[in-house]
């Protein structure tokens, strides 16, 4: 059996200082090029980069094989908001980018992006929060309409706050609060799906490492429009006969999925995956010793799902580390990215 050696402290690593770059959905340049610049640094023979014009990076490796080319993708984007309105009062109403759970982001720090690029930071909060003023608080409802953003400059009406840049349409980046315990807990917002993209960045490390070639000639795509539904959908170099997707794997009630093994997910709300894919990954991990979980993520989509449902004509499948809170304060275990790297770059090596 081959060699292969896992990286992981690079890995989490690179994690790590993605979460912490903003990529809101509209808003990728920053963790694209960070993305980039860190394939770049691998310096593998024969590894050719690109950005699509929708913004995604596209990195091509050539494999031993160009028969049945492959892809692999998982995304950079995030949940986050935007600015809808300048109030009265000064303070931000604000629209959501991808599926915000709202009381998941109350108190939560914010900074503003202004169109010239101008940085505000301010707080989420429900209106009129404070307990002491406010006995309703306790039981209001948290939604778009009644929470706000109070930034951390002096403005008491719609016209000062409009004199610090900030317009309608500016991007706000929601605080990630990235923490790594000595336990190997990642705990961070936005794991979905920068810990898949770790996974990419570790399985080309660890091929780079072993000398090795892929299988057969594969794209990556970073995606850059997930949660929205439209990432993976084009910007593909090639007609693929296989396409794996790296999301994460969702925890809670009646689910299979954990935060230390990899999650194989056989079906989602867009219907199961194929099932070579789902066989052929789940003798990849029985072959080499690698624990994994299968599972149905009933209120979730993926963009293999929006590869098929462009037209794509691949056999399309998915895995990905197990993510506890999905959507909200996320948290997963560095044994979770450990596997799910694995079988991605068993997956890369398998004819
Ligand atoms: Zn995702």
């Not at 794209?219 to 539904?229: C, P, S, T």
């Not at 037209?311 to 596997?339: C, F, M, N, W």
Request: negative net charge; charged residues 25%.
């Amino acid at each position: 059996m081959t060699e292969l050696n896992i990286n992981l402290q690079a890995t989490v690593d690179f994690l790590v200082e993605l979460l912490k770059i903003p990529s809101p959905t509209g808003y990728h340049i920053e963790a694209i090029e960070y993305v980039r610049k860190a394939f770049e640094a691998l310096a593998i023979p024969g590894l050719d980069l690109k950005i699509t014009t929708k913004g995604a990076l596209l990195a091509t490796l050539k494999g031993q094989a160009n028969d049945a080319r492959r892809g692999v993708t998982a995304h950079v984007d995030t949940l986050g908001l935007m600015v809808r309105e300048v109030k009265s009062n000064g303070r931000l109403k604000t629209n959501p980018l991808g599926g915000i759970v709202w009381p998941t982001v109350e108190m939560e720090g914010v900074t503003v992006r202004t169109a010239d690029n101008k940085r505000i930071r301010g707080t989420i909060l429900t209106g009129n929060p404070s307990s002491h003023v406010n006995r309703n608080i306790f039981t209001a409802e948290r939604t778009a309409d009644n929470m706000e953003i109070r930034l951390d400059a002096k403005t008491k009406d719609a016209d000062e706050t409009r004199a610090l840049g900030i317009e309608v349409g500016d991007f706000i980046f929601v605080d990630p609060r990235v923490e790594v315990s000595d336990t190997g807990f990642i705990r961070s917002r936005f794991l979905d799906d920068k810990a898949a993209v770790a996974a990419i960045y570790g399985a080309l490390l660890a091929l780079k490492d072993a000398g090795l070639q892929p299988a057969q000639d594969t794209a990556f795509l970073i995606a850059n429009y997930e949660e929205v539904g439209h990432g993976g959908s084009s910007g593909w170099p090639f007609e693929l006969a296989e396409l794996l997707a790296i999301d994460m794997g969702a925890i809670g009630e009646s689910q299979n999925s954990d935060e230390f093994s990899v999650s194989i997910c056989v079906k989602d709300g867009g219907g199961p995956y194929h099932f070579d894919m789902t066989n052929k990954l789940r003798r990849l991990s029985q072959a080499h010793g690698i624990p994994y979980k299968t599972d149905i993520y009933i209120f979730y989509a993926s963009d293999g799902t929006a590869y098929w449902r462009a037209g794509g004509d691949a056999k399309v499948g998915l895995i990905g580390p197990g993510v506890d809170a999905s959507h909200s304060y996320e948290r997963t275990h560095q044994d979770s990215v450990l596997h799910t790297t694995h079988l991605l770059a068993r997956y890369l090596l398998e004819s």
